[in-house]
Every structure is written in structure tokens, then in C-alpha cells.
């Protein structure tokens, strides 16, 4: 008899190759490989799966890491029970704050975790050109980098060309970064919102293979007829798959260029509703084939990877498996399947939905803990907007970002607006606050002293201000809120905690979640973090927010490369250019 290292015995493989669903069988591993299926074994570990289901592990194709607000270890340890065996992770937000650096420190964490994360090297930091002047970050990744960093093996690819213009414009070092990409061999990811017809063409023409900022069918379908593989996002901030995968169980098409991700997703949501494994539940209650939900979840990303003998469970495939249980241990309920065991490279990880691996702890340095540095201490007066005494007796026609409930994108709205000796005030009637983005950085690339402002709608709050460090892409501070009193304590905090969310309420911090690490995530649990962030929103819900992740929206205004208007520590930019707050005057 065959000795093996595990045996797992009883399972029904879902088999996402051949389409089929098999009977209770034997899966064989030995030195983190699948070596047998049906035979008779030996094993050093037994695990009697009692006819529940067998999957192959599931992967994430398109995360940032730093948007779970957990530190690398703990966004692992929070996976994992969810099955997620494998992420595509960009590290371009502490890239942002503070270079290669920044890279370095996430992939010397992850690198030792059970978790295969495959790195790609951001490609836009900052998001847009610095030539352009839009918005300012913490570091630059230019050609010599990204050619430096291409042929290391613990890098797959070019992380997500959000330089669109460039692309469509065959701007010299966006398309080196590219050719250098192509030219090892590896993956080239997209960022193309809303982008259609010949402009479509042209970027992917350029070699670029995906995207994730699809959302609707239809955009889907254009985008695999043109070759790419389309990263069915499903978020915090974004949630694309419902028009998507609908629109393939009614329309049709063939899935095969479909991968699943979640982009940007916090401990709340990691939590309260899963990762990947979401994913494929809600696809499954769509109507999609479940084994075909599983096949995106899990095969079809390495494809995209171009990996062989991953993502199925076939001999000589890596034992990545998920065991999971449905509530009468039918294919019928499958939609309500939890994740039940999870076994990586031919270990057992999670057991019975708890974590049964150590996971080693990491200390960091003065550099990753203290990256907010401001130029001052803010006073109420720093945050007053005043457009001039020559509008001191005159309605001003103002530039409004619009923020909107499910979805990144914003609208550029024109509100008339009174003016109080030239000053603008928040309109709390219409839904209209006062926003700044304050430059925190002073490394390679200064932004300390930087200050733009706006107005943004439709935030919600009733009273107080809330701040953060994360502004994606630069991650300068950003705040909004009713008065300047309260702007000017929640923007002082972040110095003084090194970074994190804070609500403030009559001068008061009445909430906060500290973010170290880069002023990007914790350093704390996952259960403690997603307490401070349920407190937090509760309490921006009392304040009259009806977001969805309000701070992760708030924390999006800044980011140029999505339409429309956005606010950088630069001022207002709209169609990658900086525009003026009025309009007109009257």
C-alpha cells in the first residue's frame, strides 16, 4: 500500500475541468502534491471528510492588501477560513508612502505565510505622472525600479496601468514599463474605467491582459472579445458582480476569461460576509452553474497566471484544497456552502473554520510606524474657504464632488452657493461639507504644507468631522466636515497617533481606528479592528451617513484616476487636470 503524508477520505470532488461532481473518493497528497485520487493509501494524517465537498483552493486576482486595514499577517489569517489559498497582491499603497521600501517590507511578511502571494510592481506611483502635477506622493516608481524589481521571481507582473492617457498617448515610460513586463514574460494588469471602442483597442493593443474596473456585461464581453480576462470585483467600495455574472446566466457567454476579486476590502466586510467565498455564493444565487462559480474562484485565475498544475484537484496538481459543508450536504444548497477546512501546499491550515497553523509575528521599524508628517499644528482657521471679498456680495457658482453610494466614480456637480465676506460655508441642508487634502508626506517626495480643498455631497454627517491617512493614491490626509473647529482636531490627531480614521465631535475624539503601519493598517487583530470599524460606522450612521463604508469612500475622493471630479493635496482635478472651484460668480 502506498504510504502518503495526508489522506483525505470520503470527499466529493467538485471537479472544475470536466465540469462534473464526483462520488464520496480519496484524495492522496504527499510533498504538497496531489499523487493519487480513488487508490487505496497509507498516511501518516487522516481526515475523514464524510461526503462533504471537495474544491480547489480559491484565489483572489486583484488585492491590495493595505485596504483590509490589517497588517500582511493578519489579512493572511483572515483569508484563509474563507478558503482563499492564493492572492494577486499590488502593493502600490505603500509604494505611495514610501517606495521600494514599502514593497519590500510587505513581501518580506507575506513571503513566509501560508498563502501563495503573488506580487506585481506598481506600475503608477503616483497614480498619475508627477510631470502632470495633479497630486503629490511619498515616493516614485519609475522605469529603473520597475526594471530592477522584473526579474526577481517573487514578482509576476506589472501591477494596474492606471495611466490611461499615457497608454493611449504611447508616453515613453509607461510603455517601457510595459515592454520590460513583456519581455520577462509576465502579466500586465489593467485599469481601464469606462474606457470603450478604439481607445479600448489601443490600451490592450499596448499589452495589457485585464481588468477590474469593469462593470456592467456588456463592458465585460468587449474586453474578452479583445483578448483580456475580466477580475469580477466584488469589494467595499465597488460591487460589480451582480451585473456582470447576471448578465452571463442570462445572456450567455463563455466564462472561461472570468476571474474573481475583491480589490479593496476591509476587516468589516472580510469578516461579516467572507472573501472569495462570497464571491462565489452570490454567483451561485444568480443562477450561475455552482461548478463553474468554482471554476472562476479558483482555476481560471492560473490561467491567468499562466501557472500549470494549480487551481483543480488532479494528480500531480499543488494540494491546495477547501473542504466545504452545505446545510444538508447536497449540491442542491451549495449556494449556502461554508468553508469548513483549508489545506495549503498539502497542509491542514483551518480546521473546522479556526486557523490551526502558527503564524509568525513581525516587529516594525520607527520608518513603517511613523509616516505622518505634517508641516504644523492645524488651527480652525486653516480650514476656512474663502474665495475672496471681490465674491463678498455675490451667489458663486462651486464645483461639488458627488459622491455616490455604490461606486467609486463621482459626479461633478455645480451648486450656487452665498458667500459671508468672501467665505464659503458647508450647506448641512443640501448635504454639503467642507473637504481638505493635506500633504503628509516628506520622504523622496515632499507634499508637507500642501493644501487643497473643496466641497463634497452626500457624506452625511450632521455634526463633527472625520479625517483620514488613507487617500488613495498618494495618501495624503484627508478630511470633511461641518465645522473647522473639529477639521483641525481630527487632522492633528492623525500626527499624534501615526496615522489611522478619527471622528471627531465638539472638539472631541469621540472614535478612532489607529493605523500605524504606514498610516495604512494596524498593527492589531482582525476581530479587534473590525470592533473600531462596526463602532465607527454606527456612529457615523447616528451623524445622518447613509454610506455604505463611509471612511472608504471618503478615503477614495482623492484618487485622479477615476471620473469624475476628485480633490488632491494639488486642489480640485477633473479629466487630469486641475480646475478651479468656481464656476462662475453672480
Known amino acids: 500500500m502506498k504510504q502518503v503524508d495526508l489522506l483525505l477520505r470520503d470527499g466529493r470532488i467538485i471537479d472544475v475541468l470536466y465540469g462534473e461532481i464526483s462520488q464520496p473518493t480519496n484524495v492522496a497528497i504527499k510533498d504538497c502534491r496531489i499523487v493519487g485520487i480513488g487508490d487505496s493509501y497509507e498516511a501518516k494524517n487522516k481526515i475523514d471528510v464524510q461526503g462533504k465537498f471537495l474544491v480547489p483552493g480559491f484565489g483572489d486576482l486583484h488585492v491590495h492588501i493595505e485596504s483590509t486595514m490589517l497588517r500582511p499577517t493578519y489579512a493572511i489569517k483572515t483569508f484563509l477560513p474563507h478558503g482563499t489559498t492564493y492572492i494577486v497582491h499590488d502593493p502600490h499603497e505603500v509604494a505611495n508612502v514610501d517606495g521600494l521600501n514599502g514593497i519590500i517590507s510587505m513581501i518580506s511578511e507575506t513571503e513566509h505565510l501560508p498563502c501563495h502571494t503573488y506580487t506585481t510592481i506598481p506600475s503608477c506611483v503616483p497614480a498619475t505622472p508627477p510631470e502632470m502635477g495633479l497630486e503629490t506622493s511619498g515616493s516614485y516608481i519609475g522605469v529603473n525600479e520597475v526594471r530592477s524589481l522584473m526579474g526577481c521571481k517573487m514578482f509576476v507582473g506589472l501591477g494596474e496601468v492606471m495611466d490611461v492617457p499615457g497608454v493611449l498617448n504611447k508616453e515613453e515610460k509607461i510603455m517601457k514599463k510595459i515592454e520590460i513586463a513583456r519581455k520577462h514574460q509576465k502579466i500586465v494588469e489593467g485599469h481601464a474605467p469606462g474606457l470603450t471602442g478604439d481607445d479600448l483597442k489601443r490600451y490592450v493593443e499596448a499589452g495589457i491582459e485585464s481588468d477590474h474596473e469593469v462593470t456592467s456585461f456588456d463592458e465585460a464581453m468587449e474586453r474578452i472579445k479583445l483578448g483580456m480576462y475580466v477580475e469580477v470585483r466584488e469589494g467595499s467600495a465597488s460591487h460589480d458582480l451582480e451585473p456582470i455574472i447576471s448578465g452571463f446566466v442570462k445572456r450567455g457567454g463563455n466564462t472561461d476569461k472570468l476571474v474573481f476579486c475583491s ?324
Request: a neutral charge.
Open 263 to 586: 480589490d479593496d476590502i476591509n476587516t468589516h466586510d472580510l469578516v461579516s460576509r467572507g472573501h472569495i467565498d462570497h464571491n462565489i455564493r452570490k454567483s451561485i444565487n444568480l443562477g450561475m452553474n455552482p461548478v463553474e462559480a468554482f471554476r472562476i474562484a479558483s482555476y481560471n485565475g492560473y490561467r491567468r497566471l499562466k501557472m500549470e498544475k494549480r487551481g483543480a484537484i488532479e494528480e500531480d496538481y499543488v494540494a491546495d484544497l477547501v473542504v466545504i459543508s452545505t446545510p444538508d450536504n447536497t449540491s442542491k444548497t451549495l449556494k449556502r456552502f461554508k468553508v469548513d477546512k483549508t489545506v495549503y501546499n498539502g497542509h491542514l491550515v483551518v480546521n473546522n473554520g479556526e486557523l490551526v497553523t502558527d503564524l509568525p509575528e513581525k516587529k516594525y521599524g520607527s520608518d513603517i510606524l511613523n509616516s505622518v508628517n505634517l508641516a504644523k499644528k492645524y488651527e480652525p482657521k486653516d480650514f476656512t474657504i474663502n474665495i475672496g471679498l471681490e465674491y463678498a456680495k455675490k451667489k458663486a457658482q462651486v464645483r461639488i464632488i458627488g459622491l455616490q453610494n455604490d461606486k467609486l466614480e463621482t459626479k461633478e456637480l455645480i451648486e450656487e452657493m452665498y458667500t459671508e465676506n468672501g467665505i464659503l460655508h458647508p450647506n448641512l441642508e443640501k448635504n454639503i461639507l467642507k473637504a481638505f487634502v493635506i500633504g503628509r508626506h516628506d520622504g523622496l517626495v515632499t507634499s508637507k504644507g500642501n493644501v487643497g480643498y473643496g466641497f463634497i455631497k452626500n457624506m452625511g454627517l450632521s455634526e463633527g468631522a472625520i479625517s483620514s491617512s488613507i487617500g488613495h493614491d498618494c495618501h495624503n490626509i484627508i478630511v470633511t466636515g461641518t465645522n473647522s473647529w473639529d477639521m483641525s482636531v481630527a487632522v492633528n490627531r492623525q500626527q499624534q497617533i501615526g496615522g489611522g480614521i478619527v471622528l471627531v465631535e465638539n472638539s472631541k475624539v469621540t472614535r478612532e481606528i489607529p493605523l500605524k503601519y504606514y498610516g495604512l493598517m494596524s498593527t492589531k487583530r482582525a476581530e479587534e479592528v473590525c470592533d473600531e470599524q462596526k463602532k465607527l460606522n454606527e456612529r457615523l450612521y447616528e451623524l445622518g451617513s447613509r454610506m455604505e463604508n463611509p471612511a472608504m469612500k471618503l478615503a477614495f475622493v482623492p484618487l485622479t484616476v477615476i471620473p469624475e471630479l476628485r480633490l488632491t493635496d494639488k486642489g480640485l482635478v477633473k479629466n487630469y487636470q486641475i480646475v478651479p472651484l468656481i464656476v462662475e460668480a453672480k
